[in-house]
């Protein structure tokens, strides 16, 4: 997990947390730690790979009553399979 201070590169996250390498449902225990240091109104990206976790993750944020910026693919020539980020805001 790196937490990281207002980069441009990252889209101004205050957080960001690389669970391409888990599976479910490690990859929402990974991401309700990060949630559980943020402050409200603090931004993450996630970066996130795999069906189960593209479909679980962003529900199970909005089912914890948090924000879901946004949801693209980092390369969006490698379709659905590829690695995607998650921006999410703490409520």
Known sequence: MKNIAKDSF???????LDITGEVCPLTFVRTKLLIERMAAGQT??????GSEPLENVPRSVKAEGHVVLALEPED???GPHGIHRLRIRKT
């Open 10 to 16: 990252e889209n101004c996250a205050d957080f960001v």
């Open 44 to 49: 993450a990206e996630i970066r996130l790979t």
């Open 76 to 78: 969006p020539a490698a």
